[in-house]
């Protein structure tokens, strides 16, 4: 599986076991990376996307909403709108501050700065008989990429970059799309304000969001029902470095959709 | 280049020669299949993404600023936030509706519906000594989209899905990712609602943006400086069938950042 140019290649990693909290995640990638073909040995530019819920669930970042009170504003809404009363409560008690509440869409910014439905909370592919169980985001998805991406360097004596993603909806536009919630050993952004395009004129105002378009890119191998949490992006050469997904986030004060 | 589960080859099609208007478009981008390893023979399933800018110089949607005289409020804008007059003028003019016009950013609806800065309407990597054109969206993204697929399944005797694509900012997360304008033979939205996950259970309101993801997965190969603007998607088997972009497109009922 050589790199050549214009060729990218998405592997969908197997072999990953159920994931419970306390597991060694990086080991369990690490053997799913040695049972898939061709994705070992890593070449230099490969971007390991990993999705949220299986970082969530080996990091313990999992509610019990048995446990979960929820306020009053939080019963009122979720019974005008079929929705779990307690869920609610989760999104609120972490959210930052509460983006639009409005159509039985609750979207928030994450503690993290994430503006997103649900804050991030979901119930989807928990775990069997897990009726009551949500995964939260990771408290520091940036650490969880890093560590990660150190534990397989050790292992496989190469560095490669991570990605832990997680899917998004977007105003304007229906459905979702994963997007980058932390990495480790790439820039999020590639900024090609200054290199000339193809005509020669210098392109003034031209940002590529690499990270969540590899992300994206990863989801299409994954699908969402196949159990297949973690995808290998090798051949798109996004620009390697030390960074933080906070590189993506929009200050509030230039935030036109507060 | 067989598909195998879970695993998606992108290519970038080599060998277009500089778009220009009245070009047979489809025609050059079966002559760039046919110089590409491995593009051909088509395979079910494969996805060809062409970016805006090529298909919106081949049907001359392009405005030549010498011939636009802008009105006073976009002069006065474009001064205080040095730029161009006359491309302000240009998205003003064809705009639905004026979305933000803030911090130097002007976002506007489209004809289409789309939400997108400055309406689409583009500078960069238009031909050589063009520094009065711009190009505009194609008036029509899925018709453009269905003349390729059209031409190039009466000239290879296999169908595939085209996708219209163009740069798109973000609320909330700096930098642009690719998604899609336009499409035919394939659904843009991917509806999982009712599809059981890994664990079994039902889930409630998984709509994966499929189209948007396989635009931004091509951009990925594409790159921005390369002069490459076509890509073919293998193995990411979007829901086939005939569909619009209109799908994706949040009503201004349900809109919740008008």
Not at 35 to 52: K, S, W
Not at 77 to 92: F, P, Q
Not at 93 to 112: K, N, Q, S
Request: with cysteine; charged share 25%.
């Amino acid at each position: 599986m050589p790199t050549e140019p214009g060729r990218v290649e998405i592997l969908a990693l197997a072999g990953l076991p159920e994931v419970q909290p306390g597991d060694d995640l990086a080991g369990l990638i690490g053997d799913a990376l040695e049972a898939t073909p061709r994705a070992l040995p890593l070449e230099p530019g490969d971007v390991l996307v990993v999705t949220q819920k299986i970082v969530s669930k080996a990091e313990g970042a999992v509610a019990d909403l048995r446990t979960v009170t929820p306020r009053p504003e939080a019963v009122t809404w979720a019974e005008r709108w079929d929705r779990d009363a307690r869920a609610i409560e989760v999104v609120l008690r972490d959210a930052r501050r509460i983006v639009r509440m409005d159509h039985g869409v609750l979207i928030v910014e994450t503690p993290h700065g994430f503006v997103c439905a649900n804050g991030g909370v979901d119930a989807s592919n928990v775990g069997p008989a897990s009726g009551d169980l949500v995964t939260l985001l990771p408290a520091d998805p940036d650490a969880s990429a890093a560590a990660i991406r150190s534990a397989l360097r050790a292992r496989f004596g190469a560095d490669l970059a991570v990605i832990v993603s997680d899917s998004f909806g977007r105003p304007w536009r229906w459905g979702i799309v994963d997007v980058a919630l932390g990495v480790s050993g790439l820039h999020p952004l590639e900024d090609l304000r200054g290199v000339p395009d193809a005509d020669g004129r210098v392109m003034r105002t031209t940002i590529r969001a690499v990270a969540d378009e590899l992300a994206s890119a990863a989801e299409l191998a994954l699908g969402k029902t196949a159990g297949r949490p973690v995808a290998l992006v090798r051949g798109a050469n996004p620009p390697l470095g030390e960074d933080t997904i906070a590189s993506v986030l929009i200050p509030a004060e230039m935030d036109l959709f507060r």
